[in-house]
T-cell receptor, first 115, second 112 residues
Framework: GAVVSQHPSWVICKSGTSVKIECRSL??????MFWYRQFPKQSLMLMAT?????????EQGVEKDKFLINHASLTLSTLTVTSAHPEDSSFYIC???????????FGPGTRLTVT | DAKTTQPTSMDCAEGRAANLPCNHS???????VYWYRQIHSQGPQYIIH???NNETNEMASLIITEDRKSSTLILPHATLRDTAVYYC?????????????FGTGTRLTIIP
């Protein structure tokens, strides 16, 4: 199946700093990618839809100025957590899939810890 | 998307078949049943999907009742590596560029 990578796999940052997470589709082009957040023992919650060449679409309750999404190419979407706080500590997962496929592929996730 | 109901957790002995149920009584005619699983600290993995016929692939089998109000995912010979949270999702045909909505899933533990 198709492969989606994320970098970094884990990151620790200090409160008030920003951190960028990259999501790459390695063997397909993705006009759309999705960003999820998952807190311990909870399910995945969709944060936003990343659209290549246009603005991201955010789910209700997700601050677009705090979670900056850039989809600059058909194989790369980035999520930047700005002015991070300890409550932003979570597991962030991206996904995407070829438009011709019924399957959607998920990245391995990035564990963010804000101290 | 139609709502699904799954047991919170299940145990299964290693080597036995694991049968994971899912209720989706409000499923619409054009909605498919998808199954994903998430092993601890990893991204979800696609398992299988179906509309109304039973489906089988190298990972699992999917049995959908005739009225389509429920389904069962079957892992024929469970191994310890099958320990994961299994998510049942119903929605229109899921092309790669459409979002997924995850419920709480079933935490399956394979017992040695």
């Amino acid at each position: 199946g198709a492969v989606v990578s994320q970098h970094p796999s884990w990151v620790i940052c200090k409160s008030g700093t920003s951190v960028k997470i990259e999501c790459r589709s390695l063997d397909f082009q993705a006009t759309t990618m999705f960003w999820y957040r998952q807190f311990p023992k909870q399910s995945l919650m969709l944060m936003a839809t990343s659209n290549e060449g246009s603005k991201a679409t955010y789910e209700q309750g997700v601050e677009k100025d705090k979670f900056l999404i850039n989809h600059a190419s058909l194989t790369l979407s980035t999520l930047t957590v700005t002015s991070a706080h300890p409550e932003d500590s979570s597991f962030y997962i991206c996904s995407g899939g070829p438009t011709s496929s019924y399957e959607q592929y998920f990245g391995p996730g990035t564990r963010l810890t804000v101290t | 998307d139609a709502k699904t109901t799954q047991p919170t957790s299940m145990d299964c002995a290693e080597g036995r078949a694991a049968n994971l149920p899912c209720n989706h009584s409000t499923i619409s005619g054009n909605e498919y049943v998808y199954w994903y699983r998430q092993i601890h600290s990893q991204g979800p993995q696609y398992i299988i999907h179906g509309l109304k016929n039973n489906e089988t692939n190298e990972m699992a089998s999917l049995i959908i009742t005739e009225d389509r109000k429920s389904s069962t995912l079957i892992l024929p010979h469970a191994t310890l590596r099958d320990t994961a949270v299994y998510y049942c999702i119903v929605r229109p045909p899921n092309f790669g560029n459409e979002k997924l909505t995850f419920g709480t899933g079933t935490r399956l533990t394979i017992i040695p």
